[in-house]
């Protein structure tokens, strides 16, 4: 045994673990930061896009030194059938001032956050997988690694270990997911020259695109998205696990059916797929929130279920979450008081935080994309929408009054009828305004 | 107390260097650092000796200050004590300039924690890949040279003798030293170990000790860095690939494709040059 | 030796003042030997370097040196020397660093060769070393390219970076210009017998007790193994499964008159000893035929054989990265693929015996 003992271990370097690292060192405590991989980031995968809001508080002006891609200044939503699509497209320079969000790569930026927490003083315990939370009775007093003389004592255990959370199952808080409760992310890094993707996209010097994509998914529930970086693209798409299993559909082969359609083809054209990763994203949002903190341990980021599936936010959420584990940590201990009437704390501030708001306001949204609903709304829905806008651009003698109607008509049968679209719409507006 | 000195060298990863299409040059950013494999060979043999006999095990690496993180891992592992040498007068050594400074690094470490006795260093680098290194510090210091040392048989404490098995191409050596000597490590030496928790704990929050031209008193710099560097780069390209022309057997059965293959062999040069018997 | 004590050498940059590097005429090539019988990387070397010495109007030298090694010296005449170096003593019977590198040092020092080569093998490279320092002179290692310029400047050329780069490394301020070549990279003249030269004898100047190494015994390689001179090599990866898996292999091998070779992980999983492994951390090797059975093709495996005359690939994936450098692919399970070459090659060698 490690005969140190640590005022908080935080186990995982992601987002979540390096924010509560960093909050905690810097108050001057002594904290152990714990990650399997070579390097915090080593093997992480997300999408693509950081924001800067909960980033911010924790670092001021950040991304004057953070390693990111690019600015987003545009971005896209689109609305695929097979051969086209309908695009709601929102440029605003705006974005750049302040900033809203980057592009950038999980490898290069989770080191640098560790890094940051190092800086101001977390031990770093890299390539080291913590196997089991050590329990006194009913209080966790630390972790055992899988080191030789591994074990590591702790008056605090902050779990931070992500979707799969191996300690959150350990804790009794974290479930198998359920396939409806994830989905399966799969991203390809596709490499191509900084002009090109500058003049495909329409950008220029650090600014970047983000494109979100609905519809083209063979039919099951899922979104696929498309960031600009450097010197790449980040491409990939997130599918339900429930569709791809009935589906019996590998995830890489709807990204290369995604690949092939027309609009997207061109805009990776003569690129050379750099890397490829997979990942899970946890999606039964509020709902499968656990119990946040117990005698001597609190959980965040993914492995608590923090993501906002609707708008592709997980990194800020975990970030923010990480922030309050390690505030409540800090004031715990100032009291000398480790359990768990003193750490509910935390999840006191995390249900006055945006974190649960944001995920209450969209607490619907998880049935409505495991619901029946998911057929209309990922499969026939943006081919009838597309179908229906091309007649009504087209210029063939039908009047525009006339268009209207056949528009709505194709829409309403998309869905199965009057009632059904109604119901659609309404469940729609309720999943997202509760 | 015995005293080991272990050299090693923070080198790219192979795995994740790649050709620049335009420009036909190595990206060697990006590609992630990792110790010299044969140098952790080292470094493990040496803790092996500490292990049995106690000894201070002192790591050193003349490199940019970024190698402080391969510092740290032996550290991790075992080592006592690590030294960074880094300046930018230390910059664009070859092996000669680079074996005079290792050389001289010993010998300050020998003033500081008492005289080394035994020098490991790898068999050779994956990056510059001479093996010259060795060689060349084990002259500088006018020790016994031990290289491409599969295993360390013995040793005395006593009689300050050791044995070791130098693996050759066609055979085995073993031999006796008498130390001061220094021995190069080939990757059949040993497994490097895991670092104990502990280990971690302690590198992490260790600092390496570094060295700049100015701490040592006289270090003549003629003979450092570029200047100290008889051997100069001419010209460097990427080879052309010498394009293959890969023909895949598709037969209907096995034993086909086995006839196949060999009636294509059959019809080179090859037979003739390996004495094979040709079909009647 | 006056400049060769032994406290310390004398190692610093090139001797003070102005040197007159005109008197550094002609190539030296150290002959590396065991037990009498020359490494053939030594004819090699003579081969490559007389026609630069020609080039250059030199002088090609040879340096003969061991025990009751006498012999050599005709050979080395056969193998296009002009002249040659012999030092021939009980203190040389074994190789080692001290008195071989004083004997190459006495020579350098007093004959003033403008190029030394040495073989690239592990007693060549232990050699050179020792002797570029003390001279002090560059050193390029492991070349596998080698010319001279009109400015008489050895163009010494080596792959780097696990073989995805090639550079010429020139030494352009002093003498004599070193180098260690590959083995089995280029190719000896024809044997001349007919051909002689000057002879001139080189007594050691070192004593037993300067020395602190001493060659208790040489072990000749167990199986004989002996990867970098093999000419057919059947070579396993992962894909073999298990240490029996290897047996397959050695059955094939020996049909072929071949040796076995592997990839590092199998090593690692001890399936078969380290001397088997080809790559970056094993051996380089140029074998006529190289049959690659379960073995992806990861780089640092592939810069150790793709030299090889003919690359055979076996391997169920017929992705494979091994297949793009293979002249010959076959998509397969090895463990039915090999049998059946054994009997073919069985087969091909008996119609004719009978
Ligand atoms: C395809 C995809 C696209 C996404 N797109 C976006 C996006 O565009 N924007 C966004 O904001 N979010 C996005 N997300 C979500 C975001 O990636 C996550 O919400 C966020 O990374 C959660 O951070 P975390 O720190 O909780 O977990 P993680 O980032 O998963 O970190 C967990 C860490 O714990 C370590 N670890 C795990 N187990 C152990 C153990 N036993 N011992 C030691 N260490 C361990 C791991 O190595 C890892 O470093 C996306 C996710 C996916 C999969
Ligand atoms: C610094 C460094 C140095 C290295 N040095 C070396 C080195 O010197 N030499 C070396 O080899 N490696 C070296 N490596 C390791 C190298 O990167 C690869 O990991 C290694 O070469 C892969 O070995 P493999 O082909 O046996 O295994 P794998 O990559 O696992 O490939 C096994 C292959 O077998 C095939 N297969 C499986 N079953 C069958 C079957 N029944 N029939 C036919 N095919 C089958 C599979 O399709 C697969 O392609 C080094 C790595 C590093 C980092
Ligand atoms: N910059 C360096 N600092 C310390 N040791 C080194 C350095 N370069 C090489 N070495 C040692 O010398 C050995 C041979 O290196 P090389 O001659 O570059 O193949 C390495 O395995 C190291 O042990």
């Not at chain 1, 000398?336 to 704390?345: A, E, I, K, Q, T």
């Not at chain 3, 040092?105 to 040495?118: A, C, G, M, N, S």
């Not at chain 3, 009109?150 to 073989?163: G, Y």
């Amino acid at each position: 045994m490690a005969e140190e003992r640590f005022d908080c271990v935080v186990v995982g370097g992601g987002p979540a673990g390096a924010a509560a690292a960093y909050t905690m060192a810097k108050a001057g405590l002594k904290v152990a930061l714990i990650d399997r991989g070579e390097f915090p980031g080593a093997k992480n995968v997300f999408g693509g896009v950081l924001f800067r809001s909960q980033l911010e508080d924790l670092l001021p002006e950040f991304w004057k030194e953070a390693p990111l891609e690019r600015l987003i200044v545009e971005e896209r939503l689109m609305l695929l059938d097979e051969q086209g699509m309908v695009t709601l497209s929102h440029r605003n320079p705006g974005f750049a001032d302040p900033p809203n969000s980057w592009s950038a790569m999980r490898a290069q930026f989770d080191a640098w956050f560790a890094g940051k927490a190092e800086k101001a003083g977390a031990v770093p315990v890299y390539q080291t997988t913590v196997t089991e939370l050590l329990q006194e009775g009913d209080r966790v007093v630390g972790v055992r690694t899988d080191r030789e003389d591994g074990d590591l004592y702790a008056d605090i255990v902050i779990v931070a270990d992500g979707v799969n959370s191996l300690l959150g199952k350990a804790l009794g808080v974290h479930r198998e997911w359920q396939p409806d409760e994830v989905s399966l992310g799969v991203k390809e890094i596709i490499h191509l020259p900084r002009n090109v993707i500058e003049s495909r996209f329409n950008l220029e010097g650090n600014e970047g695109a983000s494109i979100e994509f609905l519809g083209d998914t063979l039919g099951m529930t899922g979104l696929g998205f498309l960031y600009t970086n450097k010197e790449s693209i980040s491409i990939g798409v997130g599918i339900m696990v429930n569709d791809l299993q009935k589906a019996r559909v590998k995830p890489y082969a709807v990204l290369d059916h995604v690949k092939q359609h027309p609009y997207i083809r061109k805009l990776i054209a003569g690129g050379e797929v750099e890397e490829y990763a997979a990942h899970l994203i946890p999606e039964g949002g509020f709902h499968s929130m656990p119990p946040l903190a117990g005698n001597g341990w609190m959980i965040c980021g993914d492995a608590a279920q923090m993501v906002n599936a609707v708008n592709g936010e997980g990194t800020n959420l975990a970030v923010l979450s990480g922030r309050l584990a390690g505030e409540t940590a800090i004031l715990a201990h100032v009291r000398g008081d480790y359990s768990l009437g003193m750490l509910d704390h935390y999840n006191e501030s995390i249900r006055a935080s945006i974190v649960f708001k944001d995920l209450k306001k969209y607490s619907g949204i998880h049935g409505l994309l495991s619901g029946p609903e998911r057929r209309v709304l990922f499969g026939k829905l943006p081919g009838v929408l597309n179908e229906s806008i091309s007649d009504y651009m087209s210029v063939n003698g039908i009047t525009k009054e006339e268009k209207q109607k056949m528009l709505i008509h194709q829409l309403r049968d998309a869905a199965g009828g009057n009632v059904e679209l109604l119901r659609l719409g309404l469940k729609g507006w309720r999943a997202i305004n509760r | 107390m015995l005293h080991i000195a272990v050299c090693i060298k923070q080198v790219p990863d192979s795995r994740e260097m790649r050709i620049d299409p335009k420009t036909n040059t190595l990206i060697r950013q990006g590609a992630p650092a990792i110790v010299n494999y044969f140098d952790l060979r080292g470094l493990e043999a040496a803790l092996q000796l500490k292990d049995e006999f106690g000894a201070r095990v002192t790591v050193l690496t003349m490199g940019p200050p970024s190698a402080d993180k391969a510092i740290k891992e032996c550290i991790a592992m075992g080592a006592d004590e690590g030294i960074l040498v880094s300046d930018r007068g230390f910059a664009g050594a070859d092996t000669l300039a680079t074996s005079y400074v290792v050389g001289q690094t010993i010998d300050k470490a020998g003033e500081v924690w008492g005289p080394v006795d035994l020098v490991f260093c790898g068999k050779q680098t994956i990056d510059g890949d001479t093996g010259q290194v060795g060689p060349g510090v084990a002259c500088r210091l006018d020790y016994e040279q031990l290289t491409y040392v599969e295993k360390v048989e013995s040793f005395d404490p006593n009689t300050r003798e050791i044995v070791v098995h130098r693996h050759l191409e066609d055979g085995v050596e073993r031999v006796q030293a008498k130390l001061p000597a220094l021995i190069t490590a080939l990757a059949e030496m040993n497994k490097p170990r895991r670092a104990s928790l502990p280990g971690v704990l302690r590198a992490a929050r260790y600092q390496p000790i570094v060295w700049t031209t100015n701490d040592f008193t006289d270090l003549d710099r003629s003979k450092i860095g570029l200047r100290g560097s008889p051997t100069v780069v001419g010209r460097s390209w990427v080879p052309e690939q010498k394009p293959v022309n890969t023909k895949i057997l598709t037969g209907d059965t096995v034993n086909q494709v086995a006839e196949d293959l060999f009636t294509a062999l059959f019809a080179t040069e090859l037979p003739g040059k390996l004495g094979w018997v040709q079909e009647g | 030796m006056a400049e060769e004590k032994k406290s310390r050498p004398a190692v610093g940059l090139q001797p003070e003042g102005d040197v007159d590097w005109s008197q550094y005429r002609g190539i030296l090539v150290v002959v590396e030997q065991r037990d009498g019988v020359a490494k053939k990387v030594s004819w090699q070397l003579l081969g490559e370097a007389r026609r630069m010495a020609d080039k250059l109007q030199a002088p090609l030298m040879a340096l003969v040196l061991g025990h009751q090694v006498g012999h050599l010296v005709k050979e080395a005449f056969a193998y296009g020397a002009d002249q040659v170096f012999l030092s021939d003593a009980p203190i040389l019977q074994d190789y080692r660093t001290r008195s071989y590198s004083r004997v190459c040092l006495q020579v350098i020092r007093e004959y003033k060769p403008e190029i030394v080569l040495i073989g690239a093998t592990y007693t060549g490279r232990d050699l050179a070393g020792a002797i570029a320092t003390h001279v002090p002179t560059g050193l390029t290692a492991d070349c596998t390219q080698l010319d001279v310029d009109e400015n008489r400047l050895l163009n010494a050329t080596r792959p780097a970076f696990s073989e995805k780069m090639v550079a010429t490394i020139l030494c352009k301020q002093f003498k004599p210009q070193m180098a260690t070549a590959r083995p089995g990279v280029f190719a000896a003249l024809p044997r001349d017998d007919a051909r002689s030269g000057q002879v001139i004898e080189i007594p050691p100047q070192i004593e037993e007790s300067e020395i602190g190494t001493r060659v208790l015994e040489f072990i000749q390689e167990r199986q004989g193994i002996n990867l970098e001179d093999a000419e057919v090599i059947v070579a396993g990866g992962r894909g073999v499964g298990s240490p029996e898996g290897f047996r397959l292999l050695q059955e094939l091998a020996d049909v072929l008159g071949g040796v076995v070779g592997a990839t590092r992980p199998v090593v690692e999983a001890g399936w078969i000893g380290h001397e088997h492994q080809v790559g970056q951390t094993g051996s380089t090797v140029r074998p006529k035929l190289y049959i690659a059975a379960g073995i992806s093709g990861a780089v640092q495996h592939v810069v150790g054989m793709q030299h090889s005359d003919y690359i055979v690939a076996i391997n169920k994936d017929p992705e494979a990265p091994i297949f793009s450098g293979a002249h010959y692919g076959i998509v397969g399970d090895l463990f039915e693929v090999i049998p059946a070459l054994i009997t073919a090659a069985k087969a091909r060698k008996t119609t004719h015996v009978s």
